[in-house]
Structure formats: structure tokens, C-alpha cells
């Protein structure tokens, strides 16, 4: 009998490593599964941005009239009204631990929507740095460019400048063919040729 159960047990666990006896360990082609916490999630930047709202509501003058419309008339009501129906007599302690309460949640939100606004600043600084530091680099390459166009400019012959030397050269040739009476020209010399008096009879 002892063979026999032996043999059972083999053939309902065969040797080897099985999935059942095979420690599990966490896939790398799945993604891995989220993890239970304790304390809740939330978001960060939609929590900030609601402690803005907050914290702007908190610094307008809506809320300063609606708070001070509220303890006036939970200040009436619980002097004028009966006694039975006053929820909160003098000297209005619930009221005092309503607006500490209020406070102690006003500031931390205050502070927080500052730290948002700090950041936000910061980032806009960092900006505004690497922007003006690029307008810089850009102007002084144009000025180099500027600069670099101007010694060339000075080089290169203009046209009035072409225009006063050629005024001159044929000023100064004019006066040449007065003083020595040659032909200076070749079109002049080749009309002088052509009006020449042998030739005029050689055509009649």
C-alpha cells in the first residue's frame, strides 16, 4: 500500500519546478500593479491651484462684507433672540473658535498660493534672463555686422565718387589737347580722317 500512495503523490506532484511551487516574481512586460496607501492621494496642482481661489477670495472685499455680515448677525441673534433659541451666548466662544478655525486654514492657503506665485515669478525671471541674454548676443552681432559693412563700404568705389574721378580725367585731358593741340581721342581722330580733303574729292 505504502508504493502505491507513494506513486499517487508523484503523479499529483510531479517533479520539477511547477507554477504552483515556483516563487512568483513581478513580470517585466506588465505594468506594475498600483500599490494600496494609507493616507489619500491628491493632486498637487489642482490642490494649489483651489488654495488660489481660496486665497484670492480671502483678499477681496466680498469677503470681508459676507464675514462681517455673519458675526453681526450671530451677534444679534444670540443677544436679542430667546434664550431658548440662542445657540451661542456671550461671550461667544463659538464664534471665537469658528474664526481661529477660519484662520488657521486662511494662512497655510495664503502661504501656499505665495509659493505658487514665488515659483511662477522665479520661473518668469529665468526667462526673462535668458531672453535679454540672447537680445544682447543678437545686437552685438549686428553691430559686429554693422560695423564689418561699414569697413567695407569704406573700400568699395561709390558711384559719385567714380563719376567726380571720371569728371576730372576728362577735364584734365581737355586741357592737354588745348596746350599741345593733338587728338586725344580715336572717334575724334577717325572723324578728322573721314572729313579729310583728298577723300571728299575721291567720293565726288
Known sequence: MAPERDT??????????????????????????????IVPEWDPEAFGRLSEKIARFLGTGRFIVWMTIVIICWVLWNIVAP???????????????ALSLQASYAAPLILLAQNRQ????????????????????DTEYLTREV?????????????????????DLVKELEERRRHDGHVVFPAERAE???RSPGRDADDR
Not at 511547477?18 to 500599490?35: E, F, G, K, V, Y
Not at 434664550?83 to 473658535?97: A, C, G, K, M, S
Not at 514665488?118 to 548676443?137: F, G
Open 8 to 37: 499517487a503523490t508523484r503523479e499529483r506532484h510531479p517533479a520539477g519546478a511547477t507554477a504552483a511551487t515556483r516563487p512568483r516574481t513581478a513580470r517585466l512586460d506588465q505594468p506594475r500593479a498600483p500599490r494600496r496607501r
Open 83 to 97: 434664550r431658548q433659541l440662542r445657540f451661542d451666548e456671550y461671550p461667544f466662544i463659538f464664534l471665537t473658535l
Open 118 to 137: 514665488d515659483d511662477r515669478d522665479r520661473v518668469n525671471l529665468e526667462q526673462d534672463r535668458k531672453q535679454n541674454e540672447r537680445s544682447i548676443a
Open 147 to 167: 560695423a564689418a559693412l561699414r569697413m567695407g563700404l569704406g573700400e568699395v568705389a561709390t558711384r559719385d565718387w567714380i563719376r567726380s574721378e571720371l569728371q
Open 192 to 194: 578728322r580722317v573721314d
